[in-house]
């Protein structure tokens, strides 16, 4: 940011129902929802988002099988390879905390799986229960669903900055968006 490197980690804190990022350098909390300084000398600021892709490990470590992953270590030994509490939030459709003024549109469940990418500075949602298995065009993008991966490509083939959040993290944070729509 402006010439320097920060150091993000998760702060514990929640914005309408989403993660806070918090910045070791200058102490500045971050929406997760739109990289946006919320908090600190750096509040106003906007992170740049970068191409992403959620995926199953299964999934990951047959394209990727090289690949080295760190695990935390409990404290009594061994590794903590899950958190309990988000297993349950994730399993269920509540949301457990408050998610601002905006109303969550009921067309998904809460907690679906959506992919958001910025076209020309405006949000397009691509809820992952509209799209068909394998490629899905969206004007020149490709929009890719393999098993429980999906990934935005653009006319070059090469992937687009995006990130996948919860609909109703969608909802509360870009009222009026565009979704698409099979």
Known sequence: ???????LGVSGY?????????DDETET???????EAVVGPL???????????VTTW??????????TVLLPVHPLGGYLE??????????GDRIWFPTG????DRKYPNKASVTIVL????PRCYPHPALAEGENRDDSWKVVKEGRSVRVLGADGKPVPSMTAYWFAWCAFYPGGSVYAR
Do not use: C
């Open 119 to 122: 076209r020309d500075g405006k």
């Open 82 to 91: 899950t958190n309990r509490y988000y297993d349950l939030y994730r399993r």
């Open 58 to 67: 299964k999934e990951w470590r047959t394209k990727h099988p090289e690949t």
């Open 29 to 35: 909390f971050w929406s997760q929802m739109t990289g």
């Open 101 to 104: 003024p905006n109303a969550i």
């Open 1 to 7: 940011m402006d010439g320097r490197t920060l150091t």
């Open 14 to 22: 929640l914005y309408r129902s989403a993660v806070l990022y918090h």
């Open 43 to 53: 509040a106003g600021k906007r992170l740049s988002w970068m191409p992403s892709e």
